[in-house]
C-alpha cells in the first residue's frame, strides 16, 4: 500500500523545523525585550501573581528556571532612550535611566514565583544603541538626580 503525502503536508514537515531554529535566533535586543519589557500598560497588580503568569508566558522556565527576572513597565522607545538621550553613561557599556520605571522583580522559590514591584531608575547595558542586558534598579533616595 502507497501513502501519498499532499503538497500542504510536506510543506508543513518541512517549514516545521526551520520555524523552530528560526525562534532560537533572537537578537540580544529581542531577548531582552522578551525577559525584561512589558509595554502592555495593564500589568496585574499583584506582583506574585503576575510573577506567575509571566515567567512561563515569556518561555522562562521552560529548558531552565530563571530565578531571579526584572520586567520593566514602560513604553519600548522610553526604555530603549536610556541608551541615548533617556540615560547617562556610567561605565563600559551601562547607561543610567535618567527617569525611573515602574519594575516588577520575580524570583523563584520552589516551584512558584514571588514578585515585588518598586519604582526606580534602572541600569542597562547597550550594545548598538539598543539595550541588551538588564543590570540591576538604582533605589531612589533623597538627592534624586545625584549621579548614582
Known amino acids: 500500500m502507497k501513502t501519498r503525502l499532499g ?4 510543506l ?3 517549514l516545521f523545523p526551520a520555524c523552530l531554529t528560526a525562534a532560537g535566533r533572537e537578537t540580544p535586543y529581542e531577548k531582552f525585550q522578551r525577559q525584561h519589557v512589558d509595554t ?16 512561563p508566558r515569556r518561555n ?9 527576572n526584572s520586567f520593566v513597565h514602560g513604553a519600548l522607545a522610553m526604555i530603549t532612550a536610556v541608551c541615548g538621550s533617556g540615560g547617562t553613561w556610567h561605565h563600559e557599556d551601562f547607561y ?13 522559590t520552589g516551584a512558584s514565583r514571588c514578585g515585588s514591584s518598586s519604582t ?17 534598579q ?3 533616595q533623597a538627592g534624586e538626580g545625584d549621579e548614582p
Not at 502592555?40 to 515567567?55: A, F, I, K, T, V
Not at 522562562?60 to 531571579?68: A, H
Not at 535611566?97 to 524570583?107: A, G, I, L, R, Y
Open 12 to 14: 508543513l514537515i518541512f
Open 7 to 10: 503538497p500542504g503536508l510536506l
Open 120 to 136: 526606580s531608575r534602572i541600569v542597562i547595558a547597550c550594545v548598538d544603541g539598543e539595550p541588551v542586558h538588564f543590570e540591576t
Open 60 to 68: 522562562m522556565t521552560v529548558s531552565f528556571c530563571k530565578d531571579l
Open 138 to 140: 538604582v533605589e531612589s
Open 96 to 108: 543610567y535611566s535618567n527617569s525611573p520605571f515602574q519594575v516588577t522583580d520575580c524570583q523563584t
Open 40 to 55: 502592555s500598560g495593564s500589568w496585574e497588580p499583584d506582583p506574585n501573581r503576575y510573577c506567575n503568569l509571566m515567567m
